[in-house]
Structure formats: structure tokens, C-alpha cells
T-cell receptor
């Protein structure tokens, strides 16, 4: 069965620290990959996405993610976090076969200390 | 464009009752998906509707059902509520030509 694993459930960092959130997926075919973010009290919103091409994708607010096909991974990174990055981050995958069924990870709660 | 809207925002029900949640997608979006969000489980896919047809379904019991109207608005119904149905129910829409989903604020359901 398809699945998405986010290994870190809670992460606490100080401002200016670097961030890497892990995401691994289990899916037999070609996939599209996403990171969504949910800031406190706000809607889930798209942070970045990978469909094809350059495996290093850049998103909003200085976030980037790298798709490593051989490792079935799509880790999220940011060189220097800010207090305003405190949020819950979700990795998600869909198949390119057209089923349009999103599989989400369980999320990672990030707390950035000022 | 206005975003995805969901009503009501909060609901309190008792076990055994049924509930109907509503979602209005972004104008022009023909696909609506529903998710259940609980702490520790993340977002679990319930179903997706496209042009009034259910296109995909997650692994939820038959007590969870939905429908979509000709104006793309969607409703989700849960019958015979159980305590474990307490969750945030999210609706997301997309144009149908894109994989990117746009989420609503959710309906928080508490079952007592």
C-alpha cells in the first residue's frame, strides 16, 4: 500500500538554525510530491511541489526540497529558520497515473524559539 | 478569487447522531476532496468528487458519504457518529487540470 513517512514528529530549533525535515514514500509508480504547511490558526497551504525536471525545487519563504528517486525521499530544507516558520509541515504524494489520490504523512510540528 | 469555504466551522454532536458538512470550492474548480485530520494520524483521505462523480475513495466505513452538486459545491455526511469521529474535516479544491490543492479552514467536529 502507498504510504508517506515523516520521521520527525516534533522539532524544536532556535532561530537561524538550519532545518531538514525527512519525508520518505512508498509508491510503485511515478509520483508527484508536495510539501504543505499549516501555520497556527491558518489553512493548509502549498509550500512547494515536484512534478518532474530538476530534483531540487524551491518554494516560498526560502524553503527547498530535494527529490532523491533512489531513496524514495523528498526532504524539506531551509538554511536559516525564523520564529515565523513555527508551523506543522506535511509531506504528500500523488500518483501520476491519474488517480489523484493524495497520501499525506502524519506531519511534523516545528517550533522555532526566538 | 474567494478561497475554499466550509460550513459550519464548529459542531458538537452526540454519539449516534448524523452530521452534514458543506464545502464551497474556489470558483472554476471542479474537483473537491475531503480529509479527516486528527493528531498523530495526519490527514487521511476520505473521497474526491469531480463533476458530480466520486472519483476516489479512502479507507473509511460506509457511514462516511459525500456528494457534489452541479455548481461543484460538495457535502459530506457522517451517520451514526462515534467518539472517534471527532476531528477536523478539511475540504480541498483544485481546477482538475492541476494537482495542486487549495484547502479550506476546516470544520471541527466534536462527538460527545
Amino acid at each position: 500500500a502507498q504510504s508517506v513517512s515523516q520521521h520527525n514528529h516534533h522539532v524544536i530549533l532556535s532561530e537561524a538554525a538550519s532545518l531538514e525535515l525527512g519525508c520518505n514514500y512508498s509508491y510503485g509508480g511515478t509520483v508527484n510530491l508536495f510539501w504543505y504547511v499549516q501555520y497556527p490558526g491558518q489553512h493548509l497551504q502549498l509550500l512547494l511541489k515536484y512534478f518532474s525536471g530538476d530534483p531540487l525545487v524551491k518554494g516560498i519563504k526560502g524553503f527547498e526540497a530535494e527529490f532523491i528517486k533512489s531513496k524514495f525521499s523528498f526532504n524539506l530544507r531551509k538554511p536559516s529558520v525564523q520564529w515565523s516558520d513555527t508551523a506543522e509541515y506535511f509531506c504528500a504524494v500523488t500518483s501520476t497515473s491519474g488517480t489523484y489520490k493524495y497520501i499525506f504523512g502524519t506531519g511534523t510540528r516545528l517550533k522555532v524559539l526566538a | 478569487k474567494a478561497g475554499v469555504t466550509q460550513t459550519p466551522r464548529y459542531l458538537i454532536k452526540t454519539r449516534g447522531q448524523q452530521v452534514t458538512l458543506s464545502c464551497s470550492p474556489i470558483s472554476g474548480h471542479r474537483s473537491v476532496s475531503w480529509y479527516q485530520q486528527t493528531p498523530g494520524q495526519g490527514l487521511q483521505f476520505l473521497f474526491e468528487y469531480f463533476s458530480e462523480t466520486q472519483r476516489n475513495k479512502g479507507n473509511f466505513p460506509g457511514r462516511f458519504s459525500g456528494r457534489q452538486f452541479s455548481n461543484s459545491r460538495s457535502e459530506m455526511n457522517v451517520s451514526t457518529l462515534e467518539l472517534g469521529d471527532s476531528a477536523l474535516y478539511l475540504c480541498a479544491s483544485r481546477p482538475g487540470t492541476s494537482e495542486t490543492q487549495y484547502f479550506g479552514p476546516g470544520t471541527r467536529l466534536l462527538v460527545l
